[in-house]
């Protein structure tokens, strides 16, 4: 292939691509420039070309004086797809600048999950403010779908769906499509259903129109069709949609009947969510936080895990005062002790985050846990090893001690090896009592294996030097 056949992401050099999604950065300076001149016509114009996730990345970078001053002058412009995209903390903000007329007519352009995700968090007469604009019809959609659980199938269903009796042929669900005043701006199924509204079977969309009239709805229908129930946890929806690779599915109250449907973006939505509370809570992390946070509502979501990591790093301090009498004697083993719970907290860390991320994802099971256990042990066992060939003669050459390379090798064997047993038990035995393993198992592995690095080392340094 010559040059001239290359494409043009082809020939473009590799962080071109990875830039072709982020906000320009000039344009941003010149939605800015816009505004610091009150130049209305120049802010449409900028932000005319820009997909509504690009304008909600861009309210969430600027800070709050530009946010405000940008959403007066944009005015009735606003599109409400630009709120579902924002994150919860900056849209509560942005609803309050919107003017309510404004605000009104974005909300009218939004699905039922979407006014639903818009309002659940907010205050009671918040709520009520964004359903009076509504149409009697969605604002009776939008109350019922907030009367399910949180975090439920409920909330996340949309009320906008195409169904059809499973009787049907292809030509009658299409004059029944063409007959229609409205139908869902986006839908990739039609479902079928008996005469009690029980949904049957999905038929896509692509088999419909390239199917002759007369073939029956019933001859078309997919393999694969599940039905989700209306309490379902968002959770076990998003992971049913990865799972079987669903497209859309629909959503059944506690008879059984049709009343919403789900569809594979919002159910990626909840698996993003959850892949970012998880490594949030791995870190220690409020999963609220954001970069748009305050200094204050930052210090105050981190300050009660860092008070955690305190008292867990006391402990650790208490095994190390208990052999102040030896690193008094050896001064090579304060030299030579961080490096062994550091290794320890290191290798603990990587079997903790495959374990959670196992977890989370559903193949780490009470079927395969002790499998799963004996090879993150042996794992340990055989890099403790490598290590510990190292470290021995390290601390050999360095100090000048045989035994002090024994010691170090030792302990570095136990601590990789607690490392692997302690990163996936900790989590196994947190989901087994129903706490989120990604919001404890990190403090509680790093302090088993300070704990027992300090321990082994100083230990054995005690028995075999003094």
Request: aromatic fraction near 6%; hydrophobic fraction near 50%.
């Amino acid at each position: 292939m010559n040059d001239q056949d290359q494409t043009p992401d082809a020939a473009a050099p590799e962080d071109e691509r990875e830039d072709a999604y982020d906000l320009d950065r000039q344009a941003v300076a010149r939605v800015i420039h816009a505004v610091d001149n009150d130049d209305r016509a120049a802010l449409i114009a900028e932000l005319e070309p820009l997909h509504a996730a690009d304008i909600a990345d861009l309210l969430e970078q600027i800070d709050a004086f530009d946010r405000r001053r940008l959403i007066e002058l944009y005015g009735d412009e606003f599109d409400g797809e630009i709120l579902t995209e924002l994150q919860d903390s900056i849209r509560e903000e942005v609803l309050r600048y919107l003017n309510p007329e404004v605000l009104a007519d974005a909300v009218r352009e939004l699905d039922s999950d979407d006014v639903v995700d818009l309002i659940e968090d907010l205050e009671d007469h918040e709520q009520n403010a964004i359903l009076e604009v509504l149409e009697d019809s969605d604002r009776i959609a939008v109350r019922q779908s907030l009367t399910y659980p949180e975090y439920s199938a409920g909330r996340l269903m949309q009320r906008e769906f195409v169904m059809a009796p499973e009787y049907w042929n292809v030509g009658e669900a299409i004059d029944f499509m063409r007959n229609q005043q409205e139908l869902p701006e986006q839908f990739y199924h039609i479902i079928l259903v008996d005469p009690k509204l029980h949904p049957v079977g999905n038929v896509t969309l692509g088999k419909l129109m390239s199917s002759r009239r007369e073939v029956m709805l019933g001859s078309l229908v997919e393999d694969t069709f599940h039905v989700i129930p209306v309490a379902q946890d968002e959770g076990d929806v998003a992971y049913a949609f990865n799972q079987y690779h669903l497209i859309s599915a629909p959503v059944v109250d506690e008879n059984d009947r049709l009343v919403g449907v789900i569809t594979i973006d919002d159910a990626m939505a909840v698996l993003d969510e959850e892949h970012e509370e998880d490594i949030l809570r791995l870190a220690g992390v409020d999963e609220e936080s954001s970069l748009s946070d305050s200094v204050t509502a930052t210090s105050r979501r981190r300050l009660p895990w860092l008070v955690v990591n305190l008292v867990t790093a006391n402990l650790a301090a208490l095994v190390i005062a208990q052999f102040e009498a030896t690193i008094a004697q050896f001064v090579a083993l304060a030299v030579l002790m961080p490096i062994v719970a550091s290794m320890g907290g290191n290798a603990g860390t990587q079997v903790l985050t495959v374990a959670v991320r196992a977890l989370a994802a559903r193949d780490l099971t009470a079927s395969n846990a002790l499998r799963v256990v004996r090879r993150e042990v042996l794992v340990g066992l055989i890099n403790g090893a490598v290590f510990a060939v190292l470290m021995g003669v390290m601390g050999y050459v360095w100090f000048g001690s045989p035994v002090l390379g024994y010691v170090i090798a030792a302990a570095m064997i136990i601590n990789l090896t607690v490392a692997g047993l302690a990163g996936t038990l900790v989590p196994l035995t947190l989901d087994r009592f129903g706490i989120d393993p990604a919001l404890a198992s990190g403090t509680f592995v790093t302090t088993m294996t300070d704990v027992i690095g300090f321990l082994s080392f100083l230990g054995l340094a005690t028995v075999f030097l003094l």
